[in-house]
């Protein structure tokens, strides 16, 4: 087999400032291998690019039709590496392409995702290389990773699976028994309505492509290609949701879980007739809706079929903030579509991202005063989060860098993992708005609780606390407070006229654009003595 072997490849200012030599991890790679009887070479592109004499890196690729090409990468070299992969691909379309070294092995999944290379040598290469290079069969070849590409699910194939759930044997009343007994038996219908739900998906993927958003873009990422919607037929949910019925006869709810169930208005309708032809009695249903796929035929029949909340993802009332989400939806159309399910009378859901990367004073507090138009009315519930995390699989964690971070022990072994928790604002003041909330707003929620006996603590029934004292915080740090006041001075905020309010507002199960609403905090090493923020994240 014909192999090239190629060194990292530095910036030409890092070579000057360094005493460059040849590279002999490849050249001993090279040597081993032709010592066991294959035609190897190793180049070293830093010596053409620093001389500007010698064989050029292109022309070390077109002088043989190579079988093998592997790259050395450390991490400063990375992109560089990275470009000459891709000229490599482009000029050798045949040949496998390997990568090796320090930074491919601690960094694989980048190195597999983001470049064209094939596979990723472990520790040293001389053994799984020759072993590569003789045909081993990949999966019996030690100290190798690979990726192999997912391949889609059909529309047929995505039936079977789905249809293969065993809805008769999962324990929903195990869970449902839980959250009631928080209650004492004192449990309103209301209560038994959110708590006794089952969640149902119909679709495989959402297709808008918010850049907060991981799960629009793991099946398309997964295979590395275009991948088609694919949807459950009405008939199959109806079907789904008869199963459902008879074999958990106290279920009040059929949650739609799909990132966008109304994306298709010709489908939701058609699902509300059948629903509405079946006659389920008071069976009731929730699901996910953007504000701009919303209309008042739709709507008409979502109330005909006993939709009594769609959870939708305002996330901004900022139209700067939603471009930058690459939401497809304007202020304007988030007002109309809110407006539409009131006059329908259908409750919403409606889940507020108060940071971006992009995000300043302004942005928030034209959010928090559009989100305050809802808070106090009865239709809606305001879900209130933070920032942007910056999820594994999303465009922001992609493009940006600068989030807040920690590093917590794998217990009981040598490991660490380290956890983003969110993307920090470019501007400084929108920044400080970040830091203060997050680390002060576990305190001042945990109060609240105490005071308002609040028992299950979900978005739905602290967001007055949340808009107000994000509010308090954007007022102070423009200065507009007077002198300055302690952050757990709430009484000035008028926050004791809620507490009554609070506690008598209808508890909500947890949704996936809920906040984990639990008490305590996590030591946040990223920070001296912070505390993580439980009620600021998702």
């Known amino acids: 087999m014909k192999v090239l072997l190629i060194g990292p490849h530095s910036r030409k200012e890092d070579a000057e400032r360094s005493f460059m030599a040849p590279a002999l991890g490849v050249i001993r790679l ?34 043989k039709e190579w079988d093998f090409i592997g790259f050395s990468v450390l991490e400063e070299t990375l992109l560089k590496d990275f470009q000459n992969m891709y000229t490599a691909r482009r000029q ?111 679709r495989n993927r959402c297709p808008i492509g918010c850049k907060f958003c991981s799960s629009t873009n793991q099946i398309t990422w997964g295979a590395d290609a275009a991948v088609p919607v694919i949807s459950a037929t009405e008939d199959m949910l109806i079907h789904t949701i008869k199963r459902i019925m008879n074999a958990h006869p106290r279920v009040k709810t059929i949650y739609l879980t799909d990132d966008d169930f109304c994306i298709n208005r010709r489908s939701v309708i058609r699902f509300c007739q059948k629903v509405v032809e079946e006659d389920f009695g008071d069976l009731s249903f929730m699901c996910f809706a953007r504000a701009s796929d919303l209309t008042d035929d739709m709507c008409a029949w979502m109330k005909k079929a006993n939709f009594r909340r769609l959870n939708v993802g305002i996330e901004s009332f900022s139209g700067k903030v939603l471009e930058e989400m690459n939401k497809r939806c304007d202020p304007v159309k988030n007002h109309a579509g809110l407006a539409m399910l009131k006059r329908h009378h259908i409750k919403a859901f409606t889940n507020i991202i108060l940071t971006t990367p992009g995000t300043t004073l302004d942005d928030i507090q034209v959010t928090l005063d559009g989100a305050m138009q809802y808070v106090d009315d009865p239709n809606y519930h305001v879900g209130v989060t933070l920032a942007v995390k910056p999820l594994k699989g999303t465009e922001f964690n992609e493009q940006h860098c600068n989030f807040l971070s920690a590093v917590e022990p794998v217990e009981g072994t040598r490991y660490h993992i380290r956890r983003d928790d969110i993307v920090l604002c470019d501007d400084p003041q929108a920044r400080e708005f970040q830091l203060r909330y997050w680390y002060t707003i576990d305190d001042a929620i945990s109060e609240e609780i105490d005071r308002s006996d609040i028992r299950h603590a979900v978005a739905s029934n602290l967001s007055l606390f949340k808009l107000r004292y994000a509010a308090f915080l954007v007022e102070e740090i423009r200065g507009r407070a007077g002198k300055p006041t302690a952050l757990r001075d709430y009484q000035m905020l008028g926050l004791d006229e809620f507490g009554e309010k609070l506690e008598k507002m209808p508890y909500h199960e947890r949704q996936t654009i809920d906040i984990p609403e639990t008490t305590g905090g996590i030591t946040h090493p990223s920070s001296s003595g912070g505390n993580k923020s439980v009620h600021g994240s998702f």
């Open 30 to 63: 090279a040597g081993y291998l032709n010592a066991k009887g294959h035609e190897a070479e190793a180049f070293d592109p830093n010596l053409p690019m620093l001389t500007g004499a010698g064989e050029s890196f292109e022309e070390a690729l077109a002088k």
């Open 92 to 202: 050798c379309p045949k040949a496998t392409l390997i990568a090796g070294g320090i930074e491919a092995q601690f960094n694989y999944q980048t190195v597999l995702d983001k470049s064209p290379c094939e596979y990723v040598i472990l520790s040293e290469g001389e053994t799984a290389l020759l072993d590569l290079v003789n045909g081993m069969p990949v999966h019996k070849i030690k100290g190798i990773v690979f990726k192999s590409n997912a391949l889609p699910l059909s529309q047929e194939l995505f039936n079977e699976a789905t249809a293969t759930i065993n809805w008769e044997d999962n324990p929903y009343e195990e869970y449902w028994d839980y959250y009631l007994s928080k209650y004492n038996n004192k449990a309103t219908a209301e209560n038994i309505q959110e708590i006794c739900t089952v969640r149902v998906f119909s």
